[in-house]
């Protein structure tokens, strides 16, 4: 992999592809994640002792050192050093992931009215990235009113799915049971979407006895929701939600849609307020021509959306062709940039539930 040296993350990019702001796992230190070509980690500069840095192990000065047994130590190349920096930075991502604990489940709302924003294929990456680190528990559920495309953006056929869930949910008790209607990842996350067939319209009361249900069986629940801010099921996503991930494509209409989301939560209360104040903002490209990224960002800092809660996501062909979605298959830049954001989901949740449970 090329690693290149950094760019203002909001820069007109030549080619699809931006950097984002990445929250740091220390209170006050922040990471940069380049989506575009690296990702790196700011050097705490209070540090008066910084450890040495290792000879060069690439390219040809690795080749000298290692041929001479350490009897040179040149020193690494700028390259090489960028990449030390992005594994670093992955490193610190995954560590926090990884570790965070609750003493109950949580839950992610992905959301933004537009369709097309990239809420679907969001939350399955997301919800990937969290699962594969984390050694599994993390359910993707489908809480739009009417079928959605979780499942045909998922791995795998599903012979039971939310609907026959939701028709049978008095009778779901075990995580076995539960089980029947999702369908694993190779992330090790489980999905509950939709079969073929039609199913019923979800209700409110529907996605609140399925969060019930899924919460007792897995820790982090990711919610794949609709595009009527005012039904039903979108409501009880809400009140279930411990943090907001607002994706956008870098297009007006999706930015648009989004701020939207963000004024009608103002006004459902305090918790929904909550979710409003430290959403995520996920900006994605699909290929399409698209609007400069700096005036976007600048409608979501307007609405009071801090800087290093906006990320971006690079072009990616295996998230272009629209079919089921698979880790593996994704560009390493891509992977990286969706490992800084989860870092900063988890980051997110720990605080709001922390507060939410403080005031209970």
């Not at 000879?55 to 990449?83: D, H, V």
């Not at 993390?138 to 009417?146: C, G, Q, Y």
């Not at 006004?267 to 959403?279: K, S």
Request: charged letters at 20%; hydrophobic letters at 40%; aromatic letters at 6%.
């Amino acid at each position: 992999m090329a690693f290149e040296e950094l760019a203002d993350p909001f820069m007109e990019p030549a080619e699809p592809g931006t950097a984002a702001p990445v929250r740091g796992t220390e209170s006050g230190k922040t990471a940069s994640a380049t989506t575009a070509t690296t990702t790196t980690a700011v050097v705490d500069s209070h540090d008066d002792d910084p450890e040495p840095i290792a000879p060069a192990k690439e390219g040809f000065a690795g080749f000298l050192n290692q041929f001479f047994g350490g009897a040179f130590k040149l020193a690494p190349s700028a390259k090489e050093l960028e990449a030390r920096t992005v594994a670093a930075a992955q490193g610190r991502f995954e560590d926090l992931i990884r570790q965070s604990t609750w003493t109950r489940a949580v839950g992610v709302l992905v959301a933004n009215k537009k369709g097309t924003a990239g809420k679907t294929p969001l939350s399955i990456l997301l919800g990937g990235v969290l699962a594969a680190i984390r050694g599994g528990s993390v359910a993707i559920l489908e809480t739009s009113d009417d079928k959605g495309q979780l499942a045909y953006r998922a791995e795998g056929d599903p012979q039971l799915g939310m609907g026959e869930l939701v028709a049978n949910i008095t009778n779901v008790r075990t995580q076995s049971q539960l089980r029947g209607y999702t369908v694993t990842q190779t992330s090790f996350a489980s999905v509950i979407g939709s079969t073929p067939k039609w199913r019923p319209p979800l209700t409110r009361e529907n996605v609140l006895d399925v969060a019930s249900i899924v919460d007792e069986h897995f820790t982090i629940r990711v919610m794949d929701t609709g595009n009527q801010y005012s039904s039903g099921p979108f409501g009880a996503a809400v009140e279930v939600a411990d943090v907001l991930i607002i994706p956008t494509m870098l297009a007006q209409d999706a930015v648009s849609e989004a701020v939207e989301l963000l004024e009608f939560l103002e006004h459902q209360g305090a918790e929904a307020g909550r979710l409003a104040r430290t959403a995520i903002v996920v900006m994605m490209s699909d290929g399409r021509p698209e609007f400069k990224p700096a005036k976007l960002k600048k409608q979501f800092v307007d609405k009071g959306i801090a800087e290093d809660h906006i990320y971006s996501v690079p072009y990616d062909s295996h998230v272009a062709e629209r079919g089921a979605l698979t880790l593996e298959k994704l560009a390493p830049v891509t992977r990286q940039a969706l490992t800084a954001i989860a870092a900063g989901v988890v980051a997110q949740t720990n605080q709001n539930v922390f507060e939410k449970d403080q005031n209970r």
